[in-house]
Structures are given as C-alpha cells and as structure tokens.
C-alpha cells in the first residue's frame, strides 16, 4: 500500500514537504519516487531515490528540491521537500514505487493535490 499526504495551498516562493508511506518489506529494495501531472499534461518524474539513497532530479526540480527516505523493515517513507514553489509546480503529485534499475511490477499511490498560487 502506498500512501501520500502533505498536498495543500501554498504561494508562490512558499515551501511544502510532501510524504508517502510504502507499506511492506520489499519496498525497501525499491526506488521510491515522485512524479506529478498538471491538468492537460503528461505525467512526469519529478525525483527518484534509491534503496541505497542515490538521488536522481527533473531538470525542473534541481535546487528547489529535496527527496529523501527512511527505511524501516515494514514502512518505508519517502520525502519530498519543494520550496521557492511556482506556479508551474501545481500539480497532482504521486507516489512510485518501482524495482529501477532493473524491471518488474511498480505501484502508485493515489496522488496529492499541490497548488501554488496566490
């Protein structure tokens, strides 16, 4: 199960810390993710962390934000810190869980909504 939490209002230049729990064991094996889909657009990767912590950026994302994650046996949390938030950042923001670099099943969570205006 993979849960995501932390979406809200918030202004342009402002910050938010977004966070997804992947319940179960193997999910500390995999590369936990986020990406987002704006309205009328594509999904895309925002930002992607190992099991081992190896961080992977969007162009979009570099120097605003900062993935993170605990591992435990049984939850895994990963983190994803924005700030200097834009516009262009609203979004949907999801939850993946996938077994990167090699291939196999991936799960998604069911998304938080983030918005940034004024």
Known sequence: QIVESGGDLVQP???????????GSIFM??????HRQAPGKQR??????????TPHYADS?????TISRD???QQNTVYLQMSNLKPEDTAVYYCNANPYPYTGNEYWGQGTQVTVSS
């Open 61 to 65: 994302a570099k120097g605003r934000f």
């Open 71 to 73: 591992n435990e046996q």
């Open 29 to 34: 094996f995999y590369t936990l993710a986020w």
């Open 13 to 23: 230049g402002g910050s938010l810390r977004l966070s997804c729990v992947a319940s």
């Open 44 to 53: 895309e990767l925002v930002a992607r962390i190992t099991s081992g912590g």
